[in-house]
């Protein structure tokens, strides 16, 4: 072998060397690195730290474990909807895979902030009429997950007023009056207290200074109980406005088990600590390569009912028998 032949073998064996180091490395790398997880709350920190800790739950069922295979990144708004937006282009710049919520202004924020990470939520109102999915088997976007649109349910939260209290004519309704979906389902509350021969008052609040206003309103009309729409407006308010009912002996009924346990009357609807197990599912199938427009979004169809006794004693409430029979869970 001649010099010149030598020379050129040598170097490029020495420049070869560390370039091919340098991708072995990046191999390791490309290996070693652990999906990460986002997760927006528009609730309060104690509301996230039970949903965070129900998706932990469905995710570690699944084979992750935070930490160790999978990174999951929370954060919440402690029911300042303003500061929506904020987090979730602060989850954007954190590159994470897949972004997990609940309701529609988070849906709303973390859209605004990215066209191409998949949001899974956990919990919401009809994506297809909000305009995040394009139907509800083939959403064909970004976003999927679980929905709560069970129409009967508004109905049966007016019947189980009636049942609890005696004598009842009049109720009112607390909803939030900016939240189109939430339209929808006062006006099948309205329904349903209409086929009861029941009178309705409209209880509209669009941020958290108006519900002292609005509960005095109910006392002034006579209103005898109170049914709360839940959306992360109200969901948020859970125990001011458990509080504010306690003080006008007002009966409530809530979508959600927060307001029971908070000091409300009643709660008939869906487990939020259920949806966020679930949504376990399809954080997975997203992160082995599905895409969030081809998972279809499922109706929940798990109820649970509430009674605290503790909150009916002190209204001077009897629960009837035939009722107690039917909780999942009562409180005392």
Do not use: C
């Not at 909000?130 to 508004?154: E, I, K, N, W």
């Not at 409209?202 to 002034?220: H, I, M, Q, Y």
């Amino acid at each position: 072998m001649d010099r010149r032949a030598f020379i050129t073998l040598v170097g490029g064996s020495i420049l070869a060397a560390p370039l091919e180091a340098e991708a072995q490395q990046a191999g390791k790398a490309a290996l070693t690195r652990i999906p990460k997880v986002g997760v927006l709350s528009p609730l309060t920190s104690a509301q996230a730290a039970v949903d965070i800790s129900a998706f932990r739950e469905g995710m570690r069922d699944l084979g992750y474990l935070d930490g160790h295979n999978l990174a999951i990144e929370p954060r919440w708004t402690d029911a300042r909807p303003e500061r929506l937006q904020l987090l979730a282009v602060e989850l954007v710049h954190l590159n994470t895979d897949v972004i997990v919520t609940n309701g529609e202004p988070a849906i709303r924020a973390l859209r605004e902030a990215t066209r191409t990470i998949p949001i899974v939520v956990a919990i919401a109102g009809d994506l297809v009429a909000a305009g995040h999915a394009v139907s509800l088997a083939r959403p064909g976007g970004q976003v999927t997950g679980f929905v709560d649109m069970a129409p009967d349910l508004a109905a049966k939260r007016v019947q189980l007023l009636k049942e609890v209290v005696p004598g009842l004519t009049r109720i009112a309704v607390l909803w939030n009056v900016g939240s189109s979906l939430k339209a929808h389902e006062y006006r099948e509350t309205e329904a349903g207290a209409r086929a009861l021969g029941l009178r309705l008052q409209s209880l509209g609040v669009r941020d958290p200074n108006d519900f002292e206003t609005k509960l005095k309103e109910a006392a002034n009309e006579h209103a005898a109980a109170m049914v709360v729409l839940q959306d992360p407006l109200t969901t948020g308010q859970s125990r001011r406005i458990a509080r504010l009912a306690a003080e006008r002996h007002l009966p409530t009924i809530f979508g959600l088990k927060d307001g029971v346990e908070a000091g409300g009357l009643l709660a008939y609807g869906h487990s939020r600590a259920a949806y966020y197990r679930r949504v376990a599912v399809y954080v997975d199938k997203i992160l082995k390569g599905a895409k969030p427009g081809d998972l279809p979004i499922q109706q929940g169809t798990t109820f649970e009912f509430i009674i605290n006794l503790k909150t009916a004693k002190a209204l001077g409430l009897t629960i009837p028998q035939s009722v107690l029979l039917r909780a999942d869970q009562v409180i005392e």
